[in-house]
């Protein structure tokens, strides 16, 4: 990787979007944003003021007058003086490297809740394009994607909740009324190359999963407690990698939930099987006996010499079978998630695990693009091996699409990442009737999720829109120590 790019700003407020927008435009280098500080090689020196901002890039100086309506002083209008600057670096950007963003100087990790709430707003859906091609510069590609999705979100959540009529007046307000749940298992079979996810290799953990299981159940049966007579819509057990446990302690900890929760009214209940070494017939059993009515399990890809890189032990036929053994044992909503742009993949490697998939008929895709976290293994991979061996384009992007539409799927959300390869998105596709109701409600912050567990992020959804979290440690260790603790911090919240 090339030598760092060093960027002076003069407002610490704009770090997070001037390091998103540099970043994007020069993904092969290191992007580091300083505040009062000085160095000899600046490659920007950004000044922002109270009425516009001025940009020295490599020796050429550019300036941006905010209009009356942007003005920063005023409160209420901050948030279109940010984005009226965003505007100008971006524009800056791409007359300095000739290139486009596929979403423009969109720099958070949810765009379609853009195209939601205007359609909230009972915009049209020209309005939308307009609005995201000319304000945001979103490429009309992904500005329909964008309003697609929109769309299809909020046709999902009025069927649910209003039936058929598909009445769509209240059922925001009527989300707002319950809540979902999320129970965090942070142990894996193996610690894979991109992952920087809350995760320990089982192997030294496993003496203190039972400990584990029962702080985890501690703090579920608190939170069913605090929240009796709440409705409860949606379970989603994640992690790591939930079939870790032994099939007595998936057992346990299923049916402490059941016990301690209403799920008279539970729409959906997902268990991410992942990995396929660690599936087995006994803990699926386990799962369909409770009730778990959405699983996934998680290839990545289905080339065996990458899932040897990246650190995933299972093989393409433990894979294979794992998912023929969840469809006889009478699993009918299987997801499968896929990474692109993994280390050395091309195209031809992409349609590859895309016919094999397509072969087994999931009943939904979740397809990532690879972020490269700093916490992950992947990042001295890349200073060892260069970012150019991770490939995520158009190409590959649309091989993805393609493969969905095979199975009859269309996208119904769509979230991004910081350092996603090639500047894309992960999208989930699902057949009709298939859609993971929970990511809906998580991207869309339409709801409270109450997190349990290591490394777990609640957040409370606030009458008025605004967002407040509560997490717990992330070390399992502390976890346990803490336990107690972290529950008088939900008793706060």
Not at 281 to 296: N, P
Not at 464 to 474: A, C, Y
Request: charged share 30%; net charge negative.
């Amino acid at each position: 990787m090339e030598s760092t790019l060093l960027v002076s700003l003069n407002d610490p407020s704009f770090e997070y979007d001037v390091h998103a927008l540099v970043k994007a435009f020069y993904p092969d280098r290191n992007v580091k944003v300083l505040s009062g500080e000085r160095e000899e090689n600046f490659f920007a020196e950004i000044e922002i003021g109270e009425g516009g901002a001025r940009i020295c890039l490599e020796g050429r100086e550019h300036k941006w007058q905010a209009k009356e309506e942007e003005k920063r002083s005023v409160p209420e209008t901050r948030g279109d003086f940010k984005n009226g600057f965003k505007a100008f670096l971006y524009e800056v950007l791409s007359r300095e490297t000739g290139r486009k963003l596929p979403w423009g100087n969109l720099t958070g990790i949810r765009p379609t809740k853009i195209a939601y709430g205007m359609l909230e707003q009972g915009k049209n859906r020209q309005e939308i394009m307009d609005y995201l091609e000319d304000k945001h510069f979103v490429s009309g590609e992904k500005a329909a994607l964008s309003i697609d999705i929109a769309e299809r979100e909020r046709e999902i959540l009025s069927k649910i909740l209003c039936g058929d009529k598909g009445d769509s007046q209240g059922y925001s307000r009527d989300f707002s009324l319950g809540y979902s749940l999320y129970v965090g298992i942070p142990f894996c079979p193996t610690t894979c190359l991109y992952c920087s996810f809350t995760s320990y290799p089982i192997g030294g953990y496993r003496k203190i999963v039972d400990r584990y299981v029962d702080c985890l159940l501690k703090e579920l049966e608190y939170v069913a407690r605090k929240y009796q007579g709440k409705r409860l819509d949606c379970v989603y057990i994640g992690g790591g990698t939930p079939t870790t446990l032994e099939a007595e302690q998936l057992d346990r900890l299923l049916s402490g939930i059941k016990h301690f929760f209403d799920f008279s009214q539970v729409k959906e209940f997902t268990v991410e099987a992942g990995r396929a070494d660690s599936i087995t017939k006994e803990k699926l059993s386990v799962l369909k006996e409770k009730g778990v009515d959405r699983i996934s399990v998680n290839p990545q890809t289905m080339k065996q010499e990458t899932l040897d890189r990246i650190g995933r032990k299972a093989s393409v036929e433990q894979v294979e079978a794992a998912f023929f053994l969840a469809r006889q044992m009478g699993f009918d909503n299987i997801n499968m998630d896929l990474i692109l742009g993994l280390p050395g993949e091309l195209a031809q490697d992409v349609q590859h695990t895309i016919d094999r998939v397509a072969e087994l008929g999931p009943d939904s895709l979740t397809v990532h693009s690879l972020a490269v976290k700093r916490a992950s293994k992947l990042n001295q991979w890349i200073q060892e091996n260069g970012i150019s061996m991770l490939k995520n384009t158009d190409e590959t992007m649309e091989i993805a699409a393609k493969g969905a539409r095979r199975l009859h799927m269309e996208p119904y959300y769509l979230y991004r990442q910081k350092n996603i390869s090639g500047n894309f998105e992960n999208v989930g596709y699902a057949r009709p009737g298939k859609y993971g109701l929970y990511n809906i409600l998580i991207m869309e912050e339409k709801q409270t999720i109450i997190a349990c567990g290591a490394g777990s992020i609640s957040k409370l959804v606030l009458p008025d829109g605004r967002i407040e979290r509560v997490s717990n440690v992330k070390d399992v260790t502390l976890y346990i120590e803490k336990i107690d603790e972290m529950i008088q911090r939900k008793e706060a919240f």
